[in-house]
């Protein structure tokens, strides 16, 4: 899951960002996977993640409901969704290992943290990848603020224009941290946008 890999920020910006995928693969485990995902949609939900949606219908905040993410399920069923907390995460893993579905579960996340909370459930990780950085022009990037922003939508679906509009606002007092944190997460089509750690971040913007 390489496009939640290169979440810019801070080691404490990033300590509660969590992005998890349930798959099953192709060819190999996908009969049956979807009802073991509708189980494991229901874990999720259960515990209350910050994000979480499907390429089929959208994400909770571009107007899809929990149901319609179970109903639009496709054949080759995908779980996408974000955590702001540790704990919930640990718990989801806990509680999926016990199931024992036979499932590949992938967690981003810092590094020492999800190896910590791998030991701590006793699994070992079947592969880790790491994001080494952005090489090239990295001049023509855009700043480092609005990166923190464009980066938690690994697909690119979020508008340097619109990151840099809604830091203005706030910095006006036209809108709250929250507003624009879920202006701000629409556009990511599959979930993984952390919207609590996007409010933490338009915080800093708040007019003193």
């Given at each position: 899951?390489?496009?939640?890999?290169?979440?810019?920020?801070?080691?404490?910006?990033?300590?509660?960002?969590?992005?998890?995928?349930?798959?099953?693969?192709?060819?190999?485990?996908?009969?049956?996977?979807?009802?073991?995902?509708?189980?494991?949609?229901?874990?999720?939900?259960?515990?209350?993640?910050?994000?979480?949606?499907?390429?089929?219908?959208?994400?909770?905040?571009?107007?899809?409901?929990?149901?319609?993410?179970?109903?639009?399920?496709?054949g080759v069923p995908r779980v996408r969704c974000s955590f702001a907390d540790k704990a919930k995460v640990r718990e989801f893993v806990r509680r999926v290992k016990e199931l024992d579905m036979g499932l590949s579960i992938t967690i981003s996340g810092l590094i020492d943290e999800?190896?910590?909370?791998?030991?701590?459930?006793?699994?070992?990780?079947?592969?880790?990848?790491?994001?080494?950085?952005?090489?090239?022009?990295?001049?023509?990037?855009?700043?480092?603020?609005?990166?923190?922003?464009?980066?938690?939508?690994?697909?690119?679906?979020?508008?340097?224009?619109?990151?840099?509009?809604?830091?203005?606002?706030?910095?006006?007092?036209?809108?709250?941290?929250?507003?624009?944190?879920?202006?701000?997460?629409?556009?990511?089509?599959?979930?993984?946008?952390?919207?609590?750690?996007?409010?933490?971040?338009?915080?800093?913007?708040?007019?003193?």
């Open positions: 899951m390489t496009h939640s890999l290169h979440r810019r920020g801070s080691a404490e910006s990033l300590q509660n960002d969590y992005v998890i995928l349930a798959t099953p693969a192709v060819g190999f485990n996908q009969e049956g996977s979807k009802e073991k995902l509708l189980k494991m949609l229901d874990i999720i939900y259960e515990l209350g993640p910050t994000n979480i949606g499907s390429y089929e219908c959208g994400t909770i905040y571009s107007g899809a409901t929990f149901e319609q993410i179970k109903e639009k399920l496709s999800v190896e910590d909370m791998a030991r701590e459930l006793e699994i070992r990780p079947h592969s880790v990848n790491l994001s080494l950085n952005i090489w090239g022009k990295t001049g023509d990037l855009p700043s480092e603020e609005a990166l923190e922003f464009l980066t938690m939508c690994g697909h690119g679906m979020v508008s340097r224009h619109l990151v840099e509009r809604l830091i203005g606002q706030v910095k006006a007092g036209k809108r709250t941290p929250r507003q624009a944190a879920i202006l701000v997460a629409q556009p990511c089509v599959c979930g993984i946008y952390n919207v609590e750690r996007a409010e933490k971040l338009f915080q800093k913007y708040v007019p003193a």
